[in-house]
């Protein structure tokens, strides 16, 4: 069974950073693609950030610029690099993991951000 835990998350200021990482139960590298999502109160989830195994990014409009989407040190992470950290960017951000037939998600992990 695939797993993927996600961690990082937590209260930030307005203009500050948080790091998120999604650890997987096998190599990254097995999925065709993973990618960052997040749903806020009230919204629908919605795609952040994602990269292929082929390394090729794709981001949403709202946080181009700012995020950072990567594979991690090990062979089994991909992180979120989140930057200039802005309210409406508050949310709880899930990982998710492509095998072509089925996807993986992982539980979340809330990001909030205020003063």
């Known amino acids: 069974q695939v797993q993927l835990v996600e961690s990082g998350g937590g209260l930030v200021q307005p203009g500050g950073s948080l790091r998120l990482s999604c650890a997987a139960s096998i190599s990254i590298f097995g999925f065709k693609a993973m990618g960052w999502y997040r749903q806020a109160p009230g919204k629908q989830r919605e795609l952040v950030a994602s990269i292929t195994n082929t390394f090729d990014t794709n981001y949403a409009d709202s946080v181009k610029g700012r995020f950072t989407i990567s594979t991690g040190n090990a062979r089994n992470t991909v992180d979120l690099q989140m930057n200039s950290l802005k309210s409406e960017d508050t949310a709880v951000y899930y990982c998710?993991?492509?095998?072509?037939?089925?996807?993986?998600w992982g539980q979340g992990t809330q990001v909030t951000v205020s003063s």
């Open positions: 998710t993991g492509n095998l072509g037939s089925r996807n993986f």
